[in-house]
């Protein structure tokens, strides 16, 4: 890696202090498993293209290749194409064009694969002022982790420090580079499904990627296989996002997509998040058309994985109640444990003695161990239609949610509560705050009990089936507790408890919205 660096100093010219170097050191205390920042030179995080072609070259030189290619794909953000540009030039990578998450670490994974590297240009879910970027290690066959990111931004931070930026020509890689992936997704769903042609005809979908990546899905993957996609909305890609964000978790996305799916008559509505490596669902057969999001997408999902044979099945830390139950009860073992896709990602695919089969998170990031661990949202879709068609073939009026066949028990009530703090830096002392007036509540109340088991913030049982969780946001300068009850007023009673012991902190965490929800009840 030293040799790589030195090579890579020698290419610049030198100077005294590079502007980008503050901006990326503070870009490595605030990113987590991808970097993120808002494309704002005032932003306390900004992300700017000058930070990007160091970004560009500390990965060239943490990689420690220097002449295998990287491919560089984006999303359709207004800021993605100068980042990526820039990215480009400083890693000496090759422009991949609009692409999605899945399908550059994909790339890197194929035996024919002849890259080193890969990154996508998105900041995801995130508003469009916001950017980031997602890299990717063939040798390591996934994408990058929180330590492993800091310490490119460490490089990248050093080498800002030494030199300047040089411009040059960028080689594209744009032609076919979807193909596989697109052709990888209609394999799936003719395995899942056990009919080899046309198994979605007949098959009403209505997918709405939110003007993010994902339109793709409906025109190249559903449409050749039978589906009628006519009522899918918001598929041409537009970084403004216009209608709503993409974002599964989103209200208005969900709001929209069932609001299409009751138009039309859809049998299913697929949400997709800008670079689809997160997904929802809905189920059009209902008499009023069914959010198949968070809890039900990990149960169904988990139930279709479990089909294949006895397996763990890691989720994050915030899955109901009735989910272990769920899931002992199909065959398979429930882990619990951190918040973050690389988390359990990772966790799954160390596994012992043998790799979980499934990765998902409540905010529908899912992993598979059938689809080497990739993180994609458009692969869990495409599964979970693939395994409706096989049920349509003896009941045809067979939608998502019998799948499921009731036997998920749901809470009354879920919500989570945002409490935000003045900066970035103060997030992790307002959650030892948050935890610390968790504990005293629950020392002070009979029926609370810790969780024994805390992986990612403090997790804490209320009476016979309720639970709260307090921790802290991953990229946002927010605080949160997130909770569920079986019983209509339950969130609001629970917030009301803890809230004379996080009081004396409303000076560092704001609790407008926390004293909002226990007034409600």
């Given at each position: 890696?030293?040799?790589?660096?030195?090579?890579?100093?020698?290419?610049?010219?030198?100077?005294?202090?590079?502007?980008?170097?503050?901006?990326?050191?503070?870009?490595?205390?605030?990113?987590?498993?991808?970097?993120?920042?808002?494309?704002?030179?005032?932003?306390?995080?900004?992300?700017?293209?000058?930070?990007?072609?160091?970004?560009?070259?500390?990965?060239?030189?943490?990689?420690?290749?220097?002449?295998?290619?990287?491919?560089?794909?984006?999303?359709?953000?207004?800021?993605?194409?100068?980042?990526?540009?820039?990215?480009?030039?400083?890693?000496?990578?090759?422009?991949?064009?609009?692409?999605?998450?899945?399908?550059?670490?994909?790339?890197?994974?194929?035996?024919?694969?002849?890259?080193?590297?890969?990154?996508?240009?998105?900041?995801?879910?995130?508003?469009?002022?916001?950017?980031?970027?997602?890299?990717?290690?063939?040798?390591?066959?996934?994408?990058?982790?929180?330590?492993?990111?800091?310490?490119?931004?460490?490089?990248?931070?050093?080498?800002?420090?030494?030199?300047?930026?040089?411009?040059?020509?960028?080689?594209?890689?744009?032609?076919?580079?979807?193909?596989?992936?697109?052709?990888?997704?209609?394999?799936?769903?003719?395995?899942?499904?056990?009919?080899?042609?046309?198994?979605?005809?007949?098959?009403?979908?209505?997918?709405?990627?939110?003007?993010?990546?994902?339109?793709?899905?409906?025109?190249?993957?559903?449409?050749?296989?039978?589906?009628?996609?006519?009522?899918?909305?918001?598929?041409?890609?537009?970084?403004?996002?216009?209608?709503?964000?993409?974002?599964?978790?989103?209200?208005?996305?969900?709001?929209?997509?069932?609001?299409?799916?009751?138009?039309?008559?859809?049998?299913?509505?697929?949400?997709?998040?800008?670079?689809?490596?997160?997904?929802?669902?809905?189920?059009?057969?209902?008499?009023?058309?069914?959010?198949?999001?968070?809890?039900?997408?990990?149960?169904?999902?988990?139930?279709?994985?479990?089909?294949?044979?006895?397996?763990?099945?890691?989720?994050?830390?915030?899955?109901?109640?009735?989910?272990?139950?769920?899931?002992?009860?199909?065959?398979?073992?429930?882990?619990?444990?951190?918040?973050?896709?690389?988390?359990?990602?990772?966790?799954?695919?160390?596994?012992?003695?043998?790799?979980?089969?499934?990765?998902?998170?409540?905010?529908?990031?899912?992993?598979?161990?059938?689809?080497?661990?990739?993180?994609?949202?458009?692969?869990?879709?495409?599964?979970?239609?693939?395994?409706?068609?096989?049920?349509?073939?003896?009941?045809?009026?067979?939608?998502?949610?019998?799948?499921?066949?009731?036997?998920?028990?749901?809470?009354?009530?879920?919500?989570?509560?945002?409490?935000?703090?003045?900066?970035?830096?103060?997030?992790?002392?307002?959650?030892?705050?948050?935890?610390?007036?968790?504990?005293?509540?629950e020392g002070a109340t009979a029926s609370w009990r810790m969780e024994p088991v805390n992986h990612d913030g403090l997790?804490?049982?209320?009476?016979?089936?309720?639970?709260?969780?307090?921790?802290?946001?991953?990229?946002?300068?927010?605080?949160?507790?997130?909770?569920?009850?079986?019983?209509?007023?339950?969130?609001?009673?629970?917030?009301?408890?803890?809230?004379?012991?996080?009081?004396?902190?409303?000076?560092?965490?704001?609790?407008?919205?926390?004293?909002?929800?226990?007034?409600?009840?």
């Open positions: 890696m030293i040799r790589t660096v030195l090579a890579a100093a020698l290419l610049h010219t030198a100077h005294a202090l590079a502007p980008p170097a503050q901006a990326l050191r503070t870009l490595a205390k605030t990113s987590g498993d991808d970097v993120r920042g808002i494309t704002s030179p005032e932003a306390e995080n900004a992300l700017l293209p000058e930070s990007a072609y160091f970004v560009g070259l500390g990965f060239r030189a943490w990689l420690g290749d220097e002449n295998t290619p990287i491919f560089v794909g984006r999303d359709p953000r207004a800021s993605s194409d100068s980042i990526g540009e820039a990215f480009c030039r400083g890693a000496s990578a090759l422009d991949a064009g609009p692409a999605t998450t899945p399908a550059m670490l994909e790339s890197l994974l194929r035996g024919d694969s002849k890259a080193c590297g890969a990154c996508m240009v998105t900041a995801s879910h995130l508003p469009p002022e916001w950017n980031g970027l997602k890299l990717f290690s063939a040798k390591e066959q996934r994408g990058l982790n929180k330590k492993e990111v800091k310490e490119v931004l460490g490089l990248a931070a050093d080498l800002a420090d030494m030199m300047e930026p040089v411009s040059g020509d960028i080689a594209s890689a744009e032609a076919g580079f979807m193909d596989e992936y697109v052709e990888k997704l209609r394999n799936t769903i003719v395995e899942t499904s056990g009919i080899s042609s046309k198994p979605l005809e007949g098959l009403k979908v209505c997918v709405n990627p939110g003007n993010g990546a994902g339109g793709f899905f409906a025109t190249q993957v559903l449409a050749p296989l039978g589906a009628d996609v006519s009522s899918s909305i918001n598929l041409e890609p537009d970084g403004a996002f216009p209608h709503h964000p993409a974002n599964p978790e989103d209200k208005k996305h969900v709001a929209a997509t069932i609001d299409a799916v009751a138009a039309s008559g859809a049998d299913v509505g697929v949400m997709l998040d800008c670079d689809v490596d997160r997904c929802g669902l809905i189920d059009g057969t209902t008499p009023k058309p069914e959010p198949v999001n968070r809890n039900r997408l990990v149960a169904l999902a988990a139930q279709v994985a479990l089909e294949d044979g006895n397996g763990v099945i890691v989720t994050d830390p915030v899955t109901s109640g009735g989910m272990t139950q769920f899931i002992e009860e199909r065959g398979g073992t429930h882990d619990r444990f951190k918040m973050g896709y690389r988390n359990v990602i990772d966790r799954a695919a160390e596994t012992k003695p043998e790799p979980a089969l499934l990765a998902i998170e409540t905010s529908g990031h899912s992993a598979w161990r059938s689809n080497n661990f990739v993180d994609d949202g458009c692969y869990t879709a495409a599964k979970l239609l693939g395994r409706l068609a096989k049920a349509r073939v003896s009941n045809p009026s067979c939608g998502l949610l019998d799948l499921l066949g009731g036997s998920l028990k749901e809470p009354k009530e879920s919500i989570k509560v945002k409490m935000p703090v003045s900066s970035l830096e103060k997030v992790p002392e307002a959650e030892i705050k948050l935890c610390d007036a968790l504990k005293a509540c997790r804490c049982s209320v009476g016979d089936g309720d639970w709260l969780i307090a921790r802290a946001s991953l990229h946002e300068p927010v605080v949160s507790l997130q909770m569920e009850a079986d019983d209509a007023g339950g969130t609001a009673a629970i917030c009301a408890a803890v809230l004379p012991y996080l009081q004396p902190f409303e000076e560092d965490i704001d609790l407008t919205e926390l004293e909002a929800v226990a007034k409600s009840n």
